[in-house]
């Protein structure tokens, strides 16, 4: 089973960037799509980005395609997500999530095709 553990969140001004990292442990790291998800107070869980398990695939919601980028080091375990251009809508808290996935180019946009999830980290941008 594995774990993950985000960091990198915190208070940026409108334009700036931050940069989401995200250790797993407990799992061969390469069987696992990844992805990342947002959720600002009273709204739902949304897909930001995701990655296949080999990181030759990758998606992103409409709303940040061409601000942010997702990548990972499948030596160091851990998947990043380079926010920039940063807006105060970009608000929420980020959460990492894998999948096990058998198929090396596929990318999991729903939040139930993950199993595993971070607790979170905390984004606020002001404008």
């Known amino acids: 089973q594995v774990q993950l553990v985000e960091s990198g969140g915190g208070l940026v001004q409108a334009g700036g960037s931050l940069r989401l990292s995200c250790v797993a442990s407990?799992?061969?790291?390469?069987?696992?799509?990844m992805g990342w998800f947002r959720q600002a107070p009273g709204k739902e869980r949304e897909f930001v980005a995701g990655?296949?398990?080999?990181?030759?695939?990758?998606y992103y919601a409409d709303s940040v395609k061409g601000r942010f980028t997702i990548s990972r080091d499948n030596v160091k375990n851990t998947v990043y997500l380079q926010m920039n251009s940063l807006k105060p809508e970009d608000t929420a808290v980020y959460y990492c999530?894998?999948?096990?996935?058998?198929?090396?180019?596929?990318?999991?946009?729903?939040?139930?095709?993950?199993?595993?999830w971070g607790q979170g980290t905390q984004v606020t941008v002001s404008s």
């Open positions: 407990g799992g061969t790291f390469n069987n696992y799509a």
């Open positions: 999530a894998a999948t096990v996935s058998l198929d090396p180019i596929v990318v999991v946009r729903r939040p139930s095709g993950y199993g595993y």
């Open positions: 990655i296949s398990r080999r990181g030759g695939s990758t």
